[in-house]
């Protein structure tokens, strides 16, 4: 039988058609399923050499051991994670550049938190410009000002909310056992700046008179001159507002001329682990704060300290690894609460739900912060103890201070 | 107004630390005044002392001040070494020896400072001693064990050195190398054994000055850059290769420092400290003690 001109047309057009069908649909599964079976990778960077690689090492055992967890679980929607992690050798500018080299190069399905906060405050207009949810420590509070929409601290490193732990412990005390006059020496730099706003809010809330408000510039070659105005001045309560060297130096200072206010508050330094460690019992009874403690009761803290235990010899998680662990336990929530790797589903998840963290629980409002907070800590017994608030507390406060050497 | 206590504790701390800055100083002045070589390693070496100090206090629970006995005769001999390897060449080939001497140390410094970061990692340290924290009163004035002993090994030192160079023949060869090497040379002076004694000397004052530092700051392997800041301020300050002129900047600077702090803010001290030091150097551009070199 022949066929018409016409028929053969048709024929021929149907099956074109049906071929064309038929790859498209084949390529879609194809496509579906090749996403299904391949991994979701996760970049960014993290110093590992250079003056921050120390604590950025512990950063990604966090992150590292939040991969292989997820991943012996059964991977995050169903897929494994695969990290992507560049060390940007403690530089702001080599930070931004590998985190773009993640995003336009490697494809990264969602990004990693940077550290220090100088780099985690670059990074986060490039999140921003691709559009894509950054969890991280940021940069204190300006970082978080500038109306982005997809950063979250998840905890944050917030020198605005340094010592809220201790003032909102010192609000419990009756009023004529709280201090009367305050002395702060602050580091002249960002971190120095955001801590002492904390003070300032809080003694004009507590009707503390601020007898001493000092910046110093690093080095700090000596801290007797500042430390003898705090003594001289008779302020019962101080605020040495810096970093390690300088945290020492004034610490020194203080037990040599004898100063003894009713409570002595260190500020950043004091959350190195080497603050405890090498100063020991000299450090007794210093304040301090911070945003994660392996002393937290909340759930899975202790999984993550028997872990560092086991596989680094330390007696407990340090905070850094707990930082690491939390940021990405934060984007966890964000997307298995989305079921999907859309950024901007992620996005309005974290936006619309308290979710669930080793750091505790966290409700981010529009800037992508929690709610203002701090741990209050006091090391006892050379050890770091939480005081406030009660009930994550593992000491009572000593207070007043006991004489240095007592 | 500040209290007479506050300007007491200002002058007896002023003085004590400014003992620390000049001993940091002097071996770097003499290097410089006498070899023509900016040993930008000094702070690095002194860094090192700290830390041989600390392992020995830690590991093996030795006072930090004996370590001095171990430390500086070691860097001695590491400062003839390195001089034979390293100066005593570069000398003889540069056309521009203080130049390619800061290139020469300065990657030095960065070597030593890996080194250390390998061995003791970055993590600050503090090296605690049972007379830390502790000190004496005079009326109110506390006066810290660490800074005397500091004081009074900076001040032991820089006389040694003085006396050295005064009195002995050695000491009276460098000082004819430091006012016109060729003069020297042609009297019969071996310019190259003079400056590899010189460069042990100085090596030998980095380790009594990281001894003193270790009982008062604490340290990480990047310590020394902070410290390398003094040691230009008071070798310009005192006039290079002066030891008299490191000692007085060092208790001039000293003395400024913490006397300013009690009258103006601290984060002015170091606005007044430079201003004083560019007011001096146009007045007297070698220094306060520092003499013009022979031609």
């Not at chain 1, 800590?377 to 507390?393: D, F, H, S, Y």
């Not at chain 2, 420092?257 to 103006?264: C, E, G, K, L, R």
Request: proline fraction near 5%.
């Amino acid at each position: 039988m022949r066929m018409s001109g016409s028929s053969k047309k048709v024929i021929t057009f149907v099956l074109v058609v049906c071929v064309v069908a038929v790859m498209s649909i084949a390529a879609g599964c194809g496509g579906e399923e090749g996403e299904a079976k391949g991994p979701i990778k996760i970049g960014g960077t993290l110093p590992l050499t250079g003056p921050y690689a120390e604590t950025g090492k512990w950063i990604e055992k966090g992150y590292r051991y939040w991969a292989e967890e997820i991943n012996a679980k059964g991977g995050l929607l169903g897929r494994q994670v695969e990290l992507i992690i560049y060390d940007d050798e403690s530089n702001t500018d080599k930070g931004v550049s590998l985190l773009e080299k993640a995003i336009t190069v490697d494809e990264v399905d969602l990004l990693l938190g940077g550290y220090p906060g100088t780099t985690a405050a670059a990074q986060m207009p490039v999140a921003e410009k691709y559009r894509m949810v950054y969890v991280s420590m940021g940069g204190h509070m300006p970082s978080f000002e500038q109306g982005y929409q997809y950063s979250f601290g998840g905890p944050p490193l917030m020198g605005q909310w340094w010592y809220e732990g201790f003032f909102q412990w010192l609000s419990t005390l009756p009023e004529e056992e709280r201090p009367k006059k305050a002395a702060a020496i602050t580091v002249n730099n960002v971190i120095g700046k955001a801590c002492l706003e904390d003070i300032h809010k809080w003694v004009e809330e507590l009707g503390i008179d601020l007898v001493v408000d000092e910046f110093y510039d690093l080095p700090l070659a000596s801290a007797d001159a500042l430390v003898a105005k705090a003594k001289a001045a008779e302020a019962d309560l101080f605020f040495a507002n810096g970093l390690f060297d300088d945290g020492v130096l004034t610490v020194r200072s203080a037990m040599a001329q004898g100063y003894n206010p009713k409570a002595f508050v260190q500020g950043i330094g004091s959350i190195v682990p080497a603050w405890v460690e090498q100063l020991g019992e000299y450090g007794n009874y210093i304040f301090s704060g911070t945003a994660i403690s392996n002393k937290l009761p909340y759930e899975g803290i202790e999984e993550l300290n028997e872990v560092c235990r086991e596989r680094y010899n330390v007696t407990a998680a340090p905070d850094y690894f707990l930082y690491g662990y939390c940021w990405l336990q934060t984007l966890q929530r964000g997307v298995e609460g989305a079921g999907t790797l859309d950024q901007d589903s992620i996005r309005d998840y974290l936006k619309s739900n308290t979710i669930k963290t080793i750091g505790g629980e966290f409700k981010f409002d529009e800037k992508g912060l929690p709610e203002p907070y701090s741990f209050c800590t006091q090391i006892q017994n050379g050890k770091v103890e939480l005081v406030w608030p009660a009930e994550v507390r593992t000491a009572d406060p000593v207070y007043p201070k006991p004489p240095w050497g007592s | 107004m500040p209290t007479s206590f506050e300007i007491f504790q200002a002058l007896a701390s002023g003085l004590l630390l400014g003992g620390v800055y000049a001993i940091l100083g002097v071996g770097f002045g003499l290097c410089w005044g006498v070899m023509k070589v900016i040993n930008l390693s000094h702070s690095t070496f002194a860094l090192l002392a700290v830390y041989i100090a600390y392992w020995m206090n830690v590991s093996l629970k030795i006072d930090p001040l004996v370590s001095l006995f171990v430390s500086t005769p070691l860097f001695f001999v590491c400062g003839i070494v390195i001089y034979r390897l390293l100066i005593g060449p570069l000398a003889k080939r540069a056309e521009e020896l203080v130049a390619a001497s800061m290139v020469l140390t300065f990657g030095l410094a960065i070597l030593m400072e890996n080194a250390m970061q390998w061995a003791w990692k970055p993590d600050p340290r503090v090296l605690n001693v049972s007379y830390t924290g502790k000190a004496f009163f005079i009326s109110r004035v506390s006066i810290p064990y660490t800074a005397v002993i500091g004081f009074a090994i900076a001040l032991v030192t820089t006389s040694c050195i003085y006396l050295f160079l005064k009195k002995t023949y050695l000491g009276m060869a460098v000082r004819a190398v430091w006012q016109n090497k060729e003069g020297a040379a042609l009297c019969g002076v071996n310019i190259d054994r003079v400056s590899s004694i010189t460069f042990g000397i100085s090596l030998a004052t980095a380790a009594a000055a990281g001894v003193c530092l270790s009982l008062i700051f604490s340290f990480n392997p990047s310590s020394h850059l902070g410290w390398l800041i003094y040691i230009f301020l008071v070798v310009i300050f005192g006039g290079v290769g002066s030891i008299p002129g490191v000692l007085l900047a060092g208790l001039l600077i000293g003395l400024i420092t913490n006397i300013s702090a009690v009258f103006i803010p601290n984060a002015w001290v170091n606005m007044i400290l430079f201003g004083i030091l560019a007011t001096v150097l146009l007045l007297r551009p070698t220094g306060l003690l520092g003499q013009r070199e022979a031609r």
